[in-house]
C-alpha cells in the first residue's frame, strides 16, 4: 500500500529492508501513524512513514506529517545548550546562578549546568503544582524553580525534570543568548540544516500535524511508574493539552517538539559526525565527548529504574540496552518516540508516532534494533 492508501511509502536503501520490515510489523500490530529514519555519516538511507495521521483513520500520514515528540525534545534542546557551551557562551562545568543570579536561592549556588543536563539538579518537579495557564507562562515557571531548594543534594543521583528541564534549559539559552531556546534552535539549527523540527510550532503549520492518541483515548491505562525508563512521566494535564493550539505554539524545550523521525534524526546527526551536518559545523569533538561524562548511573529517583545519564543524553549500559556499544547517546518520549544517535558506526536512528502506548511498547526498539542489525551486516 501506499502512503495515500495509509500503509508504508518513503525510501529505504535495500541493506535496511529490515528496518522497513520491522516499521511494518507495528502497523501489522494496529498502530495508527508513524514514521521512522535512519541516517549513516549524515545521509538519510531510510524514511518511511504510514498509517493516518487522525484518531478517525481518514487522513494519511505524509511525507511533511508533525506530531509532539514528548521528551524526545530534550534531545535538540540538549544540543542548544552544548552549542552554546562549545562556542563558550556558558559552561557545563559552571553554576547555573552565573548566568542567572535569582537561581542561587534557597541552597542552589551548588547547581551546575551539567547537573540540569544529566537530571541531577534536585528540581524534578514544582513545590507547589501549578495549572494549565502556568505552564504557559515561562517566566513564572522560572521564577518558582529558582525560588525553591533542591530536594537532594545537586550532583548526587538522578531525578528524572521531566517537564523542569525545559524550562531550566531555556532560560540558560534565554540568559546567555538572548533568544529563548526554540527561537536559538530555528536560528542556528534547523533553518541553516533545513531540518523541519520546532520548539514552539507557528500556526500555520498546525494543518499538517497529526493528532496524538493519549493513553486514554486508545483504551490503555497510564504506564506503572515502575516502566517508564523510555516514557516522559509527564501529568495527565499535558495528555489533556496536547492537541489544542495552545500546546503546539508554546514552547516547552522538554516536551513539545514538533517533528518527526527523519527531522530527529537529522538534528541528531552532528553527534554522530563530529560535529558536522553537511558543510556545518555546530560542535567540537571536544564537545561530543563531553556528552559522555556519566553523570548519574543508578536507580532514578523518579522514574524508580536504574539510568546511566550523560550530559543531556542517555547512556548505553545493561540495564537501558538501546545500543550495541558504549557509544550510544539515547533519549525516548513518553508513549513511544525514540532517537538513538550511534557514535562509534555514525548511525542516528528516530522513531515518532501518534498513538501513546505505555508498558511493554517495543514499537520504537524494533525499529532501533534492525537498524543495528543491517548496520552490522
Request: glycine share 12%; aromatic share 6%.
Amino acid at each position: 500500500m501506499t502512503g495515500a492508501e495509509g500503509g508504508i511509502d518513503g525510501s529505504c536503501d535495500p541493506r535496511f529492508a529490515g528496518v522497513r520490515e520491522a516499521f511494518a510489523k507495528n502497523f501489522a500490530g494496529g498502530d495508527l501513524g508513524a514514521s521512522c529514519a535512519v541516517t549513516v555519516e549524515g545521509e538519510l538511507v531510510v524514511d518511511l512513514w504510514g498509517g493516518h495521521r487522525d484518531l478517525a483513520r481518514s487522513l494519511p500520514w505524509q511525507r511533511d506529517t508533525l506530531v509532539n515528540l514528548w521528551s524526545t525534545t530534550k534531545m535538540p534542546s540538549a544540543l542548544c545548550v552544548l552549542m552554546l557551551h562549545d562556542r563558550g557562551a556558558l559552561s557545563v562545568d559552571a553554576p547555573v546562578a552565573d548566568y542567572w543570579p535569582e537561581f542561587s536561592a534557597n541552597g542552589k549556588e551548588g547547581v551546575l549546568v551539567r547537573h540540569v543536563l544529566g537530571h541531577t539538579a534536585g528540581l524534578p518537579v514544582f513545590d507547589e503544582p501549578v495549572d494549565d495557564l502556568a505552564v504557559f507562562d515561562p517566566a513564572e515557571c522560572c521564577r518558582r524553580l529558582a525560588a525553591q531548594p533542591p530536594r537532594w543534594t545537586p550532583g548526587e543521583g538522578s531525578g528524572y525534570h521531566a517537564e523542569t528541564q525545559g524550562w531550566l534549559l531555556g532560560e540558560l539559552v534565554r540568559r546567555v543568548d538572548g533568544r529563548s531556546l526554540g527561537s536559538y534552535f530555528r536560528d542556528e539549527v534547523a533553518l541553516p540544516l533545513g531540518i523541519d523540527l520546532h520548539i514552539g510550532l507557528d500556526d500555520r503549520e498546525f494543518p499538517r500535524v497529526a493528532d496524538v492518541a493519549t493513553l486514554h483515548a486508545v483504551g490503555n491505562r497510564p504506564p506503572d511508574p515502575a516502566l517508564r525508563a523510555l516514557e516522559d512521566p509527564s501529568s495527565t494535564r499535558s495528555a489533556g493539552l496536547v492537541n489544542t493550539g495552545a500546546w503546539r505554539r508554546a514552547e516547552l524545550p522538554a516536551s513539545n517538539g514538533h517533528g518527526n523521525a527523519r527531522s530527529v534524526a537529522q538534528a541528531m546527526v552532528p553527534l554522530a559526525n563530529e560535529g558536522r551536518s553537511g558543510e556545518r559545523c555546530l560542535l567540537s569533538p571536544a564537545t561530543i565527548e563531553r556528552t559522555f561524562e556519566v553523570q548519574a548511573d543508578g536507580i532514578d529517583r523518579v522514574i524508580g529504574r536504574h539510568f546511566k545519564l550523560g550530559m543531556g543524553y542517555g547512556l548505553h549500559s545493561q540495564k537501558t540496552p538501546l545500543g550495541v556499544n558504549d557509544r550510544t547517546l539515547w533519549w525516548a518520549g513518553w508513549g513511544g518516540s525514540m532517537c538513538v544517535v550511534d557514535v562509534e558506526n555514525r548511525l542516528t536512528v528516530g522513531y515518532a508516532m501518534n498513538r501513546m502506548l505505555g508498558e511493554g511498547d517495543v514499537r520504537a526498539a524494533r525499529v532501533v534494533f534492525a537498524a543495528h542489525a543491517a548496520h552490522a551486516g
